[in-house]
């Protein structure tokens, strides 16, 4: 549990940017008295229903838990929006003032309009959250693939997030489509679970009807090592899902054959210092003959690793894509890749938006997806487009 000192600290914060987008929002309305205290009570509200949300979990109730956190984190996203919105709606007016355009109408209407942005927004982002997960089709190109790997199909899931909010029946209609795809191989690239064991051992089971060639494969996200990777490791792999651990396995397809490696994530040594993940010691013995090396790494940090340790591909997840606007915009300050395919070097690099979603319950501009990577032959390796 957060300490006192932490809590009082994320109470204070909250209070004050509330605080912020009354003052900057309320007045500015020319609301009647009773709307003025509505909007304030409402910013309460707000402010006391997302710690709430957040630390929903401390409460021994499961049943109580789910809906304070699903009344918190819904908050917390309507917040969120509310909050970027009403900066944004600063700046214009800012710029409105320096060219002479800012009308006392125009003041007035953009207050009223943030509130009303923000909650369409968010209520479209839960639509879009809790939709199932589309299907990804992505064609990797390699020259020289052997034939009895051309069309070998990996389906990545990613970022589920079982939790307060996302529950084994979500996890049903995923595991019914990755079926329906008819795989080769199922990578589940980190962050399945937001919770303990004993929480939410019911909810992955449905892992368990997965349907492959080759068999599941899964590598641990950095949300095992808060909800506790070592039994995670022990459940999954009781589950018949092949967990790797800076290792890898070889895959003979036919005639021809893949390696298929797998690290920890990128940041396991701060929780568990032997699990401290390394691309090298993961291909370490492989056959020298295999096709292909494709990594499992949950964040593309590992990229830059992963082409040093001479893999081909990389499949990793961990941004979400962002999952909503703007923060997108804020991903590339701490990973090098978003979303969609690239290149680096020698290494393709796939990093998925992910197939569940992870605290608020919204999504916007930035769908969860099921992801089917085919591999192709081509003479042609040139870098694609930014997706």
């Known amino acids: 549990m957060p300490s006192r000192a932490v809590i009082l600290t994320v109470l204070a914060v909250l209070g004050l940017l509330h605080a912020y987008i009354g003052v900057r929002l309320i007045p500015a309305a020319s609301l009647p008295a009773w709307g003025s205290i509505a909007a304030w009570l409402a910013l309460t509200a707000s402010w006391l229903l997302i710690p709430l ?17 699903w009344v918190g984190l819904t908050t917390l996203g309507l917040f969120s929006s509310l909050l970027v919105l009403c900066l944004a709606r600063e700046l214009i007016l800012e710029l409105m003032k320096l060219a002479g355009q800012a009308s006392p109408a125009w003041v007035t209407d953009s207050a009223l309009a943030v509130p009303v942005l923000a909650l369409l927004v968010t209520l479209a982002g839960l639509v879009n959250a809790r939709r199932l997960a589309r299907v990804v089709t992505v064609e990797i190109p390699f020259a020289g693939l052997p034939a009895g790997l051309e069309g070998f199909t990996i389906v990545q899931l990613s970022d589920i997030h079982l939790g307060p909010t996302i529950k084994g029946a979500y996890l049903e209609r995923v595991v019914a489509r990755v079926n329906a ?7 589940i690239t980190g962050d399945l679970v937001d919770g303990s064991v004993a929480q939410l051992a019911a909810d992955v089971l449905p892992l368990t009807r997965l349907q492959s060639c080759h068999g599941s494969f899964f ?36 005639e021809a054959s893949l390696v298929l490696a797998g690290v920890s994530d990128y940041t396991a040594h701060l929780f568990e210092p032997e699990q401290r993940s390394d691309p090298q010691a993961a291909i370490a013995g492989a056959p020298a003959d295999a096709a292909l090396r494709v990594l499992l790494a949950h964040q593309p940090r590992s990229a830059a690793a992963a082409a040093a340790a001479g893999f081909d591909l ?4 961990h941004t979400h894509g962002g999952q909503f606007l703007p923060w997108n915009l804020f991903v590339p300050l701490q990973q090098p890749f978003v979303a969609g395919l690239y290149r680096l070097q020698a290494l393709w690099v796939y990093v998925s938006r992910g197939t569940g979603y992870w605290g608020p319950p919204k999504r916007f501009c930035a ?21």
């Open 181 to 187: 795809l008819q795989p080769d191989l199922v990578a």
């Open 219 to 254: 590598v641990t996200g950095n949300h095992e090592y808060y909800a506790g990777a070592k039994p995670w490791i022990a459940e999954l792999r009781r589950l018949g899902i092949r967990v790797l651990m800076n290792e890898h396995v070889e895959i003979r397809h036919g």
């Open 53 to 69: 949300g957040l630390l929903a979990r401390l409460f021994s109730s499961r049943a109580l838990a789910d809906r304070l956190a």
């Open 367 to 387: 769908p969860a997806e099921i992801t089917c990577l085919r591999l192709v032959r081509t003479s042609d390796t040139s870098p694609p487009l930014d997706p």
């Open 314 to 317: 990389l499949l990793s997840g």
